[in-house]
T-cell receptor, first 110, second 114 residues
């Protein structure tokens, strides 16, 4: 069964304290791994898509990496405005359909 | 682009009443998804359409839920009759092959059934 597991469930950081979020997946035929950010009361906002092991993508203080079994979202020198829930999703053999993890709630304190 | 549009943004109804949620996808997108999000169960896929045709409705909880997509620019999710356990935030999202299946979400409809 296709599955996505994110850890930790919650992460509290001080401003400037770098860290990583983990997304482990099992899927038959990965066609893409997606990262989203969700702010309270809003819909998930697309961040990155990764397609193959070894691929990396960056956006401001965020960098996403992908291996054959997991993905990491690295946050460098985070700021309070980075506080949000970060969701990981994979696309398997069914075109268009994403399987989402439960998310990591990130809180960055000034 | 206006993004995915959902209405209403908030809905409060009594148990047993019919609820209809509406979604307008991004123009040119050929996939449309309905999700439900709760604290306990996270983001659950209910049903999705490709070119207005339902592809997978295995996430629809029971016969009280139904979804339609009469054309490329409009979809509805109906709950009849509604129950308190249906209270959740319902999201609509759309995507296309041209954009690598990146899903773009609407602002959601917060449903409360009393």
């Amino acid at each position: 069964e296709d599955q996505v597991t994110q850890s930790p469930e919650a992460l509290r950081l001080q401003e400037g304290e770098s860290s990583s979020l983990n997304c482990s997946y099992t899927v038959s035929g990965l066609r893409g791994l997606f990262w989203y950010r969700q702010d309270p009361g809003k819909g998930p906002e697309f961040l990155f898509t990764l397609y193959s092991a070894g691929e990396e993508k960056e956006k401001e203080r965020l960098k996403a990496t992908l291996t054959k079994k997991e993905s990491f979202l690295h946050i460098t020198a985070p700021k309070p405005e980075d506080s949000a829930t970060y969701l990981c999703a994979v696309q398997g053999p069914l075109a268009g359909k994403l399987i989402f993890g439960q998310g990591t709630e990130l809180s960055v304190k000034p | 682009d206006a993004g995915v549009i959902q209405s209403p943004r908030h809905e409060v109804t009594e148990m047993g009443q019919e609820v209809t949620l509406r979604c307008k996808p991004i123009s040119g997108h050929d996939y449309l998804f309905w999700y439900r999000q709760t604290m306990m169960r996270g983001l659950e896929l209910l049903i999705y359409f490709n070119n207005n045709v339902p592809i997978d409705d295995s996430g629809m909880p029971e016969d009280r839920f139904s979804a339609k997509m009469p054309n490329a620019s409009f979809s509805t999710l109906k709950i009849q009759p509604s129950e308190p356990r249906d209270s959740a935030v319902y999201f609509c999202a759309s995507s296309s092959l041209d954009r690598g299946y990146e899903q773009y979400f609407g602002p959601g409809t917060r449903l409360t059934v009393t």
